[in-house]
Antibody, heavy 122, light 109 residues
Framework: QVQLHESGPGLVKPSQTLSLTCSVS??????????WSWIRQPAGKGLEWIGR???????DYNPSLKSRLTISLDTPKNQVSLKLTSVTAADTAVYYC??????????????WGQGTLVTVSS | SYVLTQAPSLTVAPGQTARITCGGN??????VHWYQQKPGQAPVLVIH???DRPSGISERFSGSNSGNTATLTIIRVEAGDEADYYC????????????FGTGTQVTVL
C-alpha cells in the first residue's frame, strides 16, 4: 500500500526557508485522481491545511501562507516538496504530508506520513 | 471561512458508547470525514463520506451526519480508542478548501 515519509531539517532559523520532502512508496505520485497535501500541527493544537498539488502539477495554497509557499513534484524521485520562506516561530509545528483522495464532491486525506517536527529558532 | 466546532474533551468508560460531535452550518449538506490521532502519531482516517469505514477500521466505528451536526460513534469503547478525533470537510466555496474541526480528546476511564 502507499506509504509516505517526510524528511528535512528539524531546526530552521527565523527568516530562513523551511524545506521538506515527502517520499512516496507503493504508488506513483503522477497517476490517479489524487492530490498530495501538506498539513501542519503546532504542539498541542489542531490541524491546519497548508496546500496541495495535483498529479498534473497544479497547486492550491492556504491563503494565509500563499505568499511564502511553494509545493512541487519531483516525479522521477516520486517525491513531493514543500518550501516555506521567511519563517517565524509561528511556523513551528509537526508537518505531515498526506495523499488526498479526490472525488466529485469531496476530498479526504489517506494515508498520512508519520510527520516531521520543524522548530523555528535562532 | 467555514467553521467546524467540536467539544474539547469527552470521557467514557470502557465498554460504553462514545458519541463525538462536529457542528457546522448545514453540515448535513456536506460530506464529513473523521480522523483518529493517538499521542505522538499521525492522524488515521476512520470514517469518510459521513459513514464509510476504510478497510482495516473496526466495525465499532460509525458515522452519521444531518442538519448542523455530524457524529462519530464508537461502541464498546476500549482503552486503545483513547485519542484525539478530528472532523474534516471539503468546501469549494472558500479559497481554503479543507477545514478541520477543533478536535475532541477522548479519555477512556
Amino acid at each position: 500500500q502507499v506509504q509516505l515519509h517526510e524528511s528535512g531539517p528539524g531546526l530552521v532559523k527565523p527568516s530562513q526557508t523551511l524545506s521538506l520532502t515527502c517520499s512516496v512508496s507503493g504508488g506513483s505520485i503522477s497517476t490517479g485522481s489524487f492530490y498530495w497535501s501538506w498539513i501542519r500541527q503546532p504542539a498541542g493544537k489542531g490541524l491546519e491545511w497548508i496546500g496541495r498539488i495535483y498529479t498534473s502539477g497544479s497547486t492550491d495554497y492556504n491563503p494565509s501562507l500563499k505568499s511564502r509557499l511553494t509545493i512541487s513534484l519531483d516525479t522521477p524521485k516520486n517525491q513531493v516538496s514543500l518550501k516555506l520562506t521567511s519563517v517565524t516561530a509561528a511556523d513551528t509545528a509537526v508537518y505531515y504530508c498526506a495523499r488526498t483522495i479526490k472525488t466529485i464532491d469531496t476530498d479526504w486525506f489517506d494515508p498520512w506520513g508519520q510527520g516531521t517536527l520543524v522548530t523555528v529558532s535562532s | 471561512s467555514y467553521v467546524l466546532t467540536q467539544a474539547p474533551s469527552l470521557t467514557v468508560a470502557p465498554g460504553q458508547t462514545a458519541r463525538i460531535t462536529c457542528g457546522g452550518n448545514s453540515i448535513g449538506s456536506k460530506s464529513v470525514h473523521w480522523y483518529q490521532q493517538k499521542p505522538g502519531q499521525a492522524p488515521v482516517l476512520v470514517i469518510h463520506d459521513d459513514s464509510d469505514r476504510p478497510s482495516g477500521i473496526s466495525e465499532r466505528f460509525s458515522g452519521s451526519n444531518s442538519g448542523n451536526t455530524a457524529t462519530l460513534t464508537i461502541i464498546r469503547v476500549e482503552a486503545g480508542d483513547e485519542a484525539d478525533y478530528y472532523c474534516q470537510v471539503w468546501d469549494s466555496d472558500y479559497g481554503h478548501p479543507y477545514v478541520f474541526g477543533t478536535g475532541t480528546q477522548v479519555t477512556v476511564l
